[in-house]
């Protein structure tokens, strides 16, 4: 979602910001801006005035602002929003600034028009900010926006006392809700004060000590400090030229490790592919490949790369201790929870409860302390399923592991257990490459537990790990499929409705394809187990709306047929993806993809495979913005 970048350096650091909020663009947002404090080129004395550039076009409209008025400065802070609170607008748009309260007799326009004392940029959402908007406007504070944010930066003026740190650390005291900050003010030039709580920030340890920075995300920082220090929940952490220290939410001075943290700038490059989508549907083979790499058996250090669990709490005692499994995600990563439910009950023989994480911490439910809590997701930063963890963990829930993406996410520090994906960055806000990984991690947790529970032989075992080592061959050959797929994609793309069906293990796949569709195309779709068509949804079904149906040769195949007849005799247009030997075949009003070969209990790895295809393409030919769809952000930090 949201991006921040800040600096403190001895040279121009507008070019850094700038080229940090690139890196970042790939999160979504719909305004960005940029604050230094001033630099006086002719002057040896210290810069004492605040100047920001705000706008909603993109990243580069506002470089070239920035370059046209000459904007320089060793201090600065920049960010990108994704409106929560108030519409996307330029008034709405961060840096935030506060100017103190107005005099008496003063009007708004005059009261705008003063300098700025306190400027800041901030990640999350505060949900104490209409109590806080009274307190202030009652001390004379002047607003010109909608957003919670701005309650933020008058508060911090409100508590400043010449320390702008603690000024900080008595504001966010004041905070409920989550946030991260990156804070100026116009008596400091070369302080920068960070916060965070529920969303991430990181510390950036510039060489020499000339230069430190703040980013929520390291990949902003790339090629530009590769020593990051990741902040814990409720640190306030004072960034200067030759120094830093963070403090903890008691306020006692602390030590956070640094980590060298290679951020894969190179990634973000496009090469041949005309969007990251596609890029990232390609990369699926080398993301397996990677996630699997080094897997030569279902071992125990497989699910320790947390390296949380105390003496005998590792992964093995764990997974044969535990009478149940409680999997918690959001969107893609929910669906990925789904297919493994099949897999952990069907495999491993354990009950398996799939919740989506926005809902359950808000409902009464039964707690188990021998139920093992598995969090999926792609970035580890997640609110909704950090929040969703840390309920289970308060009602008795021990047991956690996690499936994600970024080792040095706070999910996977918050985790005793953790498998480690290896899909490299994903840039394109509709995950494909993130979610083919987390399946795979996922089997190979099926694999571990059921060995655990003694349901798995060596030659079983065997067997499975062949099958995966194959996943990135049988990958290439489904990618094979595009130019078909194209074909479709042409038929879907004046469509305005579609529905897509699967049965089992593949009913979350046929979900995922219809999320996917409409993600980027915008095109309304839904998915249905095709048992329940004639249940409801088979109303809805005329020539004009295409049904895409997931049909692997399984034990209900026979039954999808009979869904697909339903769909047929009422008029309706089938577009099938069908194993070789499934005995499908193409004909009027039918239309028939050949996946290259069944692949049994790993089949929706395949499956999805062309299902992200199609959007893509339907997404090209009718033009919408592919990686950055209206109103999605790619990684979902506040609630």
């Given at each position: 979602?949201?991006?921040i ?8 650091i ?17 305004s960005c ?14 810069a ?57 007799g ?9 300098p ?52 900080v ?6 905070l ?5 900050l ?19 920030l ?21 090629g ?7 902040l814990?929940?409720?640190d ?24 060298t ?22 990369e ?16 125990p ?39 493994a ?58 047991h ?10 706070a ?8 498998y ?46 062949k ?28 469509k ?79 577009y ?9 075949d ?20 395949l ?5 992200q ?23 979902v930090?506040?609630?």
């Amino acid at each position: 979602m949201c991006g921040i970048v800040g600096a403190v350096s001895t040279r121009n650091i507008v070019p850094l910001l700038v080229q940090g909020l690139q890196r970042l663009e790939y999160r979504g947002y719909d305004s960005c801006g940029v604050a230094v404090h001033l630099r006086d080129a002719a002057s040896a004395a210290p810069a004492t005035q605040l100047r920001r550039l705000r706008g909603i076009a993109r990243v580069a409209d506002l470089a070239a602002q920035a370059e046209a008025q000459g904007l320089a400065g060793g201090t600065g802070i920049a960010h990108t929003r994704w409106a929560t609170h108030g519409a996307p607008a330029v008034a709405n748009a961060h840096p935030h600034v506060s100017r103190g309260p107005v005099p008496a007799g003063m009007d708004g326009e005059q009261a705008a028009a003063r300098p700025a004392r306190v400027t800041l940029v901030h990640n999350g959402i505060i949900e104490n900010h209409d109590e806080l908007r009274a307190e202030l406007l009652a001390r004379g504070y002047f607003f010109t926006s909608q957003t919670d944010t701005e309650v933020i930066v008058h508060l911090v003026d409100s508590l400043y006392e010449g320390d702008l740190f603690a000024a900080v650390q008595a504001a966010v005291r004041r905070l409920r809700g989550s946030y991260s900050l990156a804070v100026l003010h116009r008596d400091e030039p070369q302080r920068l004060v960070g916060a965070r709580a529920g969303s991430p920030l990181v510390l950036g340890v510039g060489a020499d000590g000339k230069e430190n920075f703040l980013a929520s995300d390291a990949m902003a920082l790339a090629g530009v400090t590769d020593q990051i220090v990741y902040l814990e929940e409720g640190d306030v952490v004072d960034v200067q030229l030759g120094k830093t220290w963070v403090s903890d939410r008691q306020g006692q001075r602390v030590t956070r490790p640094v980590r060298t943290v290679q951020a894969m700038s190179g990634a973000a490059e496009l090469g041949p592919y005309r969007h990251y989508m596609q890029k990232e549907i390609f990369e699926q083979p080398r993301a397996i490949a990677d996630t699997l790499e080094g897997v030569e058996a279902v071992v125990p250090e497989l699910f320790e790369a947390a390296g949380h669990h105390a003496p005998g709490e590792g992964a093995y005692p764990t997974f044969r201790q535990v009478r149940q499994i409680l999997i918690l995600a959001c969107g893609t990563s929910y669906y990925a929870g789904c297919v493994a439910k099949y897999w952990l009950e069907g495999m491993a023989k354990i009950p398996t409860q799939v919740e989506i994480a926005s809902e359950y911490r808000y409902r009464d439910s039964v707690p188990d302390p021998d139920t093992l809590v598995v969090t999926i997701t792609q970035s580890g930063e997640t609110a909704d399923t950090l929040a969703a963890l840390r309920h289970a963990q308060s009602l008795g829930m021990r047991h956690t592991l996690t499936v994600c993406n970024v080792a040095t996410s706070a999910m996977v520090r918050e985790c005793k257990l953790a498998y480690i994906t290896r899909a490299g960055i994903e840039i394109g806000v509709a995950s494909t490459k993130a979610f083919t990984a987390q399946l795979a991690g996922l089997f190979l947790l099926t694999l571990a537990l059921a060995r655990a529970r003694g349901l798995l032989t060596d030659e079983q075992e065997a067997a499975h790990l062949k099958a995966m080592r194959h996943l990135p061959t049988a990958l290439q050959a489904v990618l094979a499929l595009e130019p078909q797929i194209i074909t479709w994609a042409e038929q879907f793309a004046g469509k305005e409705h579609a529905l897509f069906l699967g049965r089992g293990l593949h009913y979350p796949v046929a979900q995922e394809g219809a999320l996917k569709l409409k993600e980027v195309t915008y095109i309304h779709a839904e998915a249905y187990a095709a048992g329940e068509l004639k249940h409801g949804p088979l109303a809805l079904v005329t020539s004009s709306m295409p049904v895409v149906t997931v049909a692997p040769n399984d034990a209900l195949l026979e039954k999808l047929k009979s869904n697909m007849q339903e769909v047929r005799a009422r008029g309706g247009v089938l577009y099938v993806l069908a194993d070789a030997d499934t005995r499908i075949d193409s004909g009027e009003g039918l239309h028939v993809i050949r996946m290259p070969e069944n692949y049994g209990p790993l089949s929706p790895i395949l499956h999805t495979v062309p299902l992200q295809l199609l959007a893509y393409h339907t997404a090209v030919a009718r033009g919408t913005d592919v990686d950055k769809p209206r109103n999605l952000a790619k990684s979902v930090t506040v609630e």
